[in-house]
């Protein structure tokens, strides 16, 4: 993420923002010029078995080592933007709870850290700010109406209507990955069963790979994983595929089978221009993509299958954090 | 629908319009005073199995007795607005198909009634012609959002956004009954499987019923039907439960059960502040809304499951004709 984004380029004269992606796994922060310039870029892993508590310590500190290493003191920072993976309450500024972050009930995030800094801090929902980021500066530029979905460990999503971010009545709309779509399916994060999520996620490639392995079908992901099926997830599955092993390739099918459907069902509800397809499971590319496409046409009406476009994200896995410097930006000048 | 409906006593000095419901199984005309009074008011049967061509014969002379009846001449009328049970193409006035309309395929309904008339005509689907009348005129006045979903033959639904009817990208939006939540359930209407309207509206109801029947389980429901298996429908489920029957209501309960599982996964994506539920199967009342209500608790997230409303139209049946109504006037006003 070198480069500079045209829309910060339109805002040069304004002072710095710092974003920050909060996922399952990973925490990546960054401090964006006014001139759309990457001043600092952090990346620390998020931990989230230690908790709450630790999590947030690591935050501020991240931040704090952000603002330091892109030469700046905090009074020259205009705001905070969190893009967190969790089911966020925005009116009261709560992450109510994160089937990825594990024990994060009804935390204060934003106080949390806007206490620490004395500087605005507005949290959203990681996949919602990837789809204001794709939508603002990416492949969505300029449409009406996408959606975004990022498949990773999770599956979460991102609404854009009428060109605005569309978080519903609280702040937790797009919970995509969250939809059932096999009645009494595989067990979910969330504690529910059959979500989509817990068919066409990266845990779910890995599970199922892992459940076909147990059963005796051959497959070089054995090798690839030292001999212990245990240690065979969808970075497992996707190596093996690219070499042509067939059940490696077989388990992403039947995965992108369940994603179509999904899409399928979001295409017949909202009927969208495009469909934004992120997360690190999305770097299969065709391999997914392709057999993913067919069953959404397979699943949905005529007429709004043949309108959406289905593509990968233009900012890559930076969609997250560059929408939620946008936010930080958008929303610092609507209460400025 | 005796009554005036206060939108239009707002403009008292506009002219009537014609408002057509076109349903898998009835028509209702209905000729709308510029002071909001029903002027005239004709019912017939769709008798979709005739096709297309007769069809829309049927409407234009219904539409013709219907000013008649309400004293008018074509000229003194201002426009025609269709609501129609079908998946529509908005910007070309396009029928492209409809599940419960046999033989719908891309058929021009808006140009043939139009030619006939000489009036404009204004087509929309008949679900989101509910949720405009409901949000204008009944259950969810002043609200942001909402979704209107219809339970009879099928399952449609409209959705409400920032006080707007949300169309999507061509007009089909909110094919709320065609989302998948039985990967590989039952044959459904639109030609696929485990669609929440195989499982949850009144056609599932009485196959449940009849299939459950046909396994020997013990029921009045066989003696309301003259010991006929097959004449069983969702009313004469609906009339056995009223009376205790012990597999009628266990008919219902596991219907209402996968009706809440598809309104967690709305209450999830949409964060809606309420969902209307209209059509006939509604009309069961507290003994389908219940367990529905349960069920979509037990599904969703508890910020958005918290949230919502989940309500009875306050229009009754007549949500779509007086959605219908109201789009005319609202198209005519802003094209004039």
Redesign the interface.
């Known amino acids: 993420m070198a480069g500079r984004w045209s829309w910060m380029q339109m805002a040069r004269s304004e002072k710095p923002v710092v974003a920050v992606d909060i996922g399952g796994t990973k925490i990546i922060t960054a401090v964006f010029g006014g001139d759309g310039a990457v001043l600092s870029r952090i990346y620390c892993l998020t931990l989230a078995h230690e908790g709450p508590a630790r999590v947030v310590r690591r935050l501020n500190e991240t931040i704090g080592r952000a603002i330091d290493k892109a030469g700046l003191k905090k009074s020259q920072v205009a705001g905070i933007g969190l893009a967190a993976a969790a ?1 966020i ?1 925005i009116n009261r500024g709560l992450v ?2 994160a089937p990825n972050l594990p024990r994060w009930h009804n935390v204060k995030l934003p106080s949390l850290i806007a206490g620490e800094f004395n500087l605005p801090v507005y949290m959203l929902n990681d996949a919602s700010a990837a789809a204001l980021g794709e939508h603002r500066y990416g492949a969505g530029r300029g449409l ?2 996408l959606i975004y979905i990022t498949v990773s460990t999770g599956i979460g ?1 991102g ?1 854009v ?2 060109g605005e971010l ?11 990955g ?6 009494d ?1 595989p067990a979910c994060n ?1 504690g ?1 069963r059959g979500c989509l999520e817990s068919l066409a996620s990266g845990t779910a490639i890995g599970r199922m790979a892992r459940e076909r392995l147990a059963h005796g079908e051959k497959s070089t992901m054995r090798t690839l994983a030292g001999n212990n099926i245990e240690e065979v997830t969808s970075k497992t599955v996707a190596r093996a595929a690219r070499k042509g092993d067939v059940l490696a390739l077989d388990v992403i099918h039947t995965a992108a089978g ?1 994603l179509g ?1 999904g899409l ?3 295409v ?6 495009m469909i934004i397809i992120g997360g690190g499971v999305s770097s299969m590319g065709a391999m997914l993509l392709g057999p993913a496409r067919k069953s959404m046409k ?7 299958a043949s ?2 476009r289905i593509v990968r994200p233009a900012l890559g896995m930076d969609a997250g954090l560059v929408g939620a410097a946008g936010y930080a930006r958008q929303m610092g000048s609507k209460t400025a």
């Open positions: 089911i309450d109510t709870e009406n109406n999503g609404i209507i009428d569309y978080n519903g009545t609280d702040g937790c709309a797009a919970e995509i969250h939809m059932v779509i096999m009645v399916g969330c529910r369940y459907i399928a069902s979001l017949n509800i909202l009927n969208p221009q397979a699943h949905a009406f005529k007429l709004p309108t959406v």
